[in-house]
């Protein structure tokens, strides 16, 4: 048998696309976040869960730590340095902060955590507005 969980996560940050883009993106805004983990393995534990719910509390610490009300820039966004100057949380990225490169992050760190040989992460995906999702899978 194959088994697959889901839990869902959310978080609020700001961000702005300017790395070769210039629609209204590039503007600083603030999305509500919603993350979806799904889990999948071919074998339950002797709890018969393929995943205990609260393990998953691991990824949420790190979302709420990193990801949650801060700016999420480019590394070369000029406002980078403004932000810190005042005190405000910003997390740099190496690609531009769209929700394909947030979701990619957040994978990475979901695979660190839950990978082993019974169970993977099978994919993220995150809604940055009610109409519009990303979903990136695990290799």
């Given at each position: 048998m194959k088994y697959q969980l889901?839990?869902?996560f959310s978080f609020e940050a700001a961000h702005r696309l300017l790395k070769n883009y210039s629609g209204k993106?590039?503007?600083n805004h603030?999305?509500?976040y919603q993350v979806k983990l799904h889990i999948e393995g071919n074998s339950l534990d002797n709890k018969d869960m393929l995943i205990d719910f609260t393990e998953t509390k691991q990824l949420k610490t790190w979302i709420d730590q990193t990801l949650d009300h801060v700016t999420i820039l480019w590394k070369e966004d000029?406002?980078?340095?403004?932000l810190k100057s005042f005190g405000n949380k910003v997390l740099v990225t190496e690609k531009n902060p769209t929700a394909?490169?947030?979701a990619e992050l957040i994978l990475a760190k979901a695979?660190?955590?839950f990978n082993n040989e019974y169970i993977h992460v099978y994919c993220v995906e995150i809604n940055e507005t009610c109409t519009s999702a990303?979903?990136?899978f695990a290799k």
């Open positions: 889901t839990k869902d993106c590039s503007n603030g999305h509500s000029p406002m980078i340095e403004s394909e490169h947030i695979e660190a955590l990303a979903k990136v």
